[in-house]
C-alpha cells in the first residue's frame, strides 16, 4: 500500500448531519476526515477514539474554511498543528492548506458539536 494516512474518516450520513449544521463557505465541501498522524503505513496502529468535538472554525476568507476537532481532551495534534477537517476549498486552494490557515489566523470557538469518527487508513 506504500505510505498512508492514519485518522479517522467521517461517515456519509454524519458528514450530511454536519454540513446542514456548519454550511460550506466555498464551492467544494470536503469535509470527510480527521489527520492523526502521515507518512505511516500497515504497521503503524490506527488511533481508537471514535468521538469527538466540533469547537472551532477556521476561515481565511480566501478559500479554506476548517473545523477545528477536539479529540480526546485536546485540539494538539501532538505535530505542532490542530487536529482539523477541512471543511470546504475554493478555487486553486488545496486540503493540506487547512494547518496553515488555523496556526496563521487563528480559530473562532463554536458551540461543542460531537461527531462520530471511524478509525481509518487511507493512501494521501
Known sequence: MG???????????????????????YERPIADHVTFRFGTD?????????????????DDGAGVQALVVEIDGTTARGDGSHFHITWSLGEGRAAKESND????????????????LQPARWKG
Open 3 to 25: 505510505r498512508t494516512i492514519a485518522g479517522w474518516k467521517i461517515d456519509a450520513a454524519e458528514r450530511d448531519r454536519l454540513l446542514a449544521r456548519f454550511p460550506p463557505s
Open 42 to 58: 500497515a504497521d503503524t496502529s490506527l488511533p481508537t477514539e471514535t468521538e469527538a468535538y466540533i469547537v472551532g472554525e477556521a
Open 101 to 116: 490557515v488555523i496556526a496563521a489566523s487563528g480559530w473562532i470557538a463554536v458551540d461543542r458539536v460531537r461527531i462520530a
